[in-house]
């Protein structure tokens, strides 16, 4: 992954983060509730549609190396929409993730 640069030239040296951490960014921490509404557990994607395009949604955070052996974190990102959120019948309705 760290072979590459974002311009698409090969890295004369490859640095890449001992960990990542995703941090939700200012312009959404607040816009969720954290327990389900009215019972409804899909009621999120409702939610996820008031998103405007070009929101940020997280700061995303790297580690250089284990915290143990003297590690920092730096912010390395942001993740960020590039439109508005869509809902679709199969993703909506089929595509389930076991965490």
Partial sequence: ?????????KADKEVFPFSLRFSPHSDVHTLFPKEIQDGDAMKYVYQLESLTADVNLYNVYGMDQ????????ILIGTLQLDGQMTKSKWGDEQLFFRH
């Fill in 66 to 73: 284990p915290k143990e052996m003297g590690g920092k974190e």
């Fill in 1 to 9: 992954m760290a072979m590459y640069g974002e311009d698409g030239k």
